[in-house]
Each structure stands twice: as structure tokens, then as C-alpha cells.
């Protein structure tokens, strides 16, 4: 197992910019790269296609439990497959998107991720220097233990221009409009289980809606190298505790 591997948890609402910031950061420090987001998508992705009921909390639950997802942490290459069908583009399309939250409030489905997900933050420490994990509950729930966290947030205005160019390549009136349904219903929907607008005690805030893309990642980067990824630990001539 590698000296001290460490775990950036990485939160925030849609379009805030973590998910190009977090691979980016996964890159510059030779970590492994977790997209939790696209494990709910996938599931909602398998669901749409096995005809399954959204609503119906039960058998979502019990897909979860069992859909066959594999999914990939090189931060240069994030597969996501189900059953074998490399999915990694369908999830991003408007179905996905629109129906997604119905899976991500569902609490069951909610259990079966956080036990995957740590289980692919164990495995990735003990394989390699360590992994970013982004979602919306990683610095709260999934791994409130990790070694840097950082909540990264946007403007409304800013997070609602940056998807638009993703999905419309313009930010004009019409562009927003059709945004819109994406990033604000969706992350009112997604809230009701998960703080990620406000930075939970001792996690990092960073707003990126003046910054760069490469500004954003600095930012992450300095607040990395300047913690200490493991608190001091006291030894027991110092007075201190173990
Ligand atoms: O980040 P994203 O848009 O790909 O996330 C897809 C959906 O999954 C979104 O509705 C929020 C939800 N999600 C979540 O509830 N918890 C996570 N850790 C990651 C994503």
C-alpha cells in the first residue's frame, strides 16, 4: 500500500465547473478520478431502458442493489459501462438529465451509492496515490474523513452561462432558458437530500464565478499544498493524545 494516500472530496451544485476542476486536479497530482454523479446517471440511464417506474422507490432500490455498472477512476479516460454498453455519452443527454433527481432523493438508492462509492475510495487508496471524488455529498456523507475538502460554487447567473455553452455552445436569452430546467429545478430537487450550496465546518469554499478555468484549479491546488493532508499528530512526551 502507498505512503499516506490521500482523499479531495469535492462538492457543489451543477455548472459551478467540479467536474473539469476535480479531473484537472486528479492530473496534476497523479490521483485517481470518481464522478459520482455519473453513477446516478447510469442508474437512471439503466432504469429508462429496463422500462422501470421512476417513482416506483422499491424497484429503483433494488436495481441499484444489483444493475451491472463498472466504472472507471483514470482521470484522462472516466469510463462509465452498464451491463457492457459504454454509457458514457448517453448519460449526459437531456433524458438523463431530466429525469435523474428522481433516482438521486431516493434514499435507498442513496445507501447503495455511498457503500460503492466508499468501497472505490478504499480501493483506489490502497491501489494508488489516492482520488478526487466529486458529487454533492462526498465532503458530508461519503468521506466527511478526507484529507482535503472543498465545497465549489458559482453564481446562479455564472452556473446557468457555463452550461448553456456546454450544451448549447451560447449563452444568448434562449440558450439560458432552456438551461434553465437543468440547473435550478434540478439542484432545488437534489437539495432536499444533500447540503452543497454552503461549505459543511472545515471545508474549503471556492467560488469560481470570476475565475478561470486554470484560476479554479490553482486555487484547489494551493489549498492542497498548503494543509497538511494529515493533522499533526501529537506523541505522547508532547502532552498530547493519539
Ligand atoms: O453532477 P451531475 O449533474 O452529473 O449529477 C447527476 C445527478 O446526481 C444530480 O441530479 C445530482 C445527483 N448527485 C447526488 O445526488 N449526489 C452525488 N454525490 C452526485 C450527484
Partial sequence: MPEN???IAIDGPSGSGKSSVSKQVARRLGL?????GAMYRALTWWCLQQGIDLTDSQEVAEQARTFPLEIGTDPDAPTVHV???DVAAAIRETAVSEQVSHIATNLEVR??????????IADARHAGSGIVVEGRDITTVIAPDAEHRFLITASEEARLARRARELFSSDDVQAIEATHDQIVRR????STVSAFFEPAPG???IDTSDLTFEQSVAAVLDAVHAAPAHPPVHTPDDGGTR
Wanted: proline share 4%.
Fill in 32 to 36: 485517481s478520478y470518481l464522478d459520482t
Fill in 83 to 85: 451491463g457492457g454498453t
Fill in 187 to 190: 439542484d432545488a430537487a437534489d
Fill in 203 to 205: 471545508v474549503v469554499g
Fill in 5 to 7: 494516500p490521500i482523499t
Fill in 111 to 120: 445507501a447503495t451509492m455511498r457503500d460503492q462509492q466508499r468501497q472505490l
